[in-house]
């Protein structure tokens, strides 16, 4: 159970866990019920008016309780998250507990939490979640502790607001001596800014080789700013300085990110999402190799001078997915096509008189 919890909060915490579970036990009874008294007793629309008043009992409970954990979020925000989107920088936040703001529930505030509920997550960020942060054995990332075992971590993963519920003289201490300063109070709300966050993009003034995966997880604690881990030599041509250049005008579009570069010479092109073999890269308007960076993110090459930095995103199988689909389509065109030509040229039955069909 949450830390945030006590008292009254605890006890009300568990009978609303035990009623939620009494209800989906009774659903999920009453629906087998109908299942198996369909055969028998329950014939056609009877069977359907019973599931349809079982989905109307369920959808009810919403209007009598807020069902989800934090589900005021979305009917009355809190005010910590206006003062949040007032910051119109590409960063992520970390509430460190549910009660603050639940993984994912974010996405809905346009804002980019640490944690997250799916299951569709990066291997990698899971390891880095789990290695660095106090986290639960489970298929997705979620960190439970406000400040990860090696502080640096904040900064690579761009965490540039911390959120805490309530937290108490000892809780507070220790994310301020991490670095972060209170910056916003609303109600039992506290938001800290982290002083030292890593830009979402940069450009790179210093290349660190590690080919062994497990030991580059344990080199991401000892980056400095402007770093980057590698796990293979990038160019032969490559030189990194302190004054690598400048990151403008980054920009998010559905499965598109863009941005302008303007590098001092040949160098690295650092961005903070997660490596997936359906990025495709472009610099300049050509293909460029993408590079596994910081054991989860993605770099790419960029010359010296200006240029402009295209990722796209494409699902492994999409194209093969749509030409099965279309191929599928155009064959069922086909088939029906066929079947209703046959029936329209099939002979007419003979018209029987009726002194004869006995």
Partial sequence: MNGALQGAALWSAIAHYLIEVARLSLLAVSFLAI???RGRYLKGSAA??????????????????QRYLRSDVWASPPEYLHFLRTDKSKFRIHPATDLALPADVSQTMDLDALSSRMVFNSTRYSEIMRKYFEAPNLPYPIARSAIPSSR???????????????P???????????GLAPVFQGGSYRVFQNQQVWDRAYLANAVIIVNRKDQELVALASLHPGEVL?????????????????VDDLRYDFDDITAHVRANQTGLFVL??????????????????LYRANYTFQAVAVPAGSSDVHFHYTPPGFHAGLTVSIIAGVLTLLLCFATRRA??????APNVPASQST
């Fill in 230 to 246: 590698l796990e293979e030599t990038p160019m032969d041509e490559y030189h990194a300085t302190e004054l690598a250049g400048k």
């Fill in 152 to 166: 640096v971590l904040l900064d690579i993963l761009n965490v540039k607001y911390l959120v805490a519920l309530s």
């Fill in 272 to 289: 903070g999402e997660n490596y997936s073999p359906g990025w495709q890269a472009t610099v300049g308007g050509k293909p460029a190799k």
């Fill in 35 to 37: 299942l198996f008294l």
């Fill in 48 to 65: 359907g008016f019973c599931l349809l008043t079982l989905a109307f009992l369920d959808l009810a409970s919403l209007d009598i309780h």
């Fill in 168 to 178: 108490d003289a000892g809780q507070t201490q220790q994310i301020i001596s991490a």
């Fill in 343 to 348: 029936a329209s040229t099939a002979p007419a």
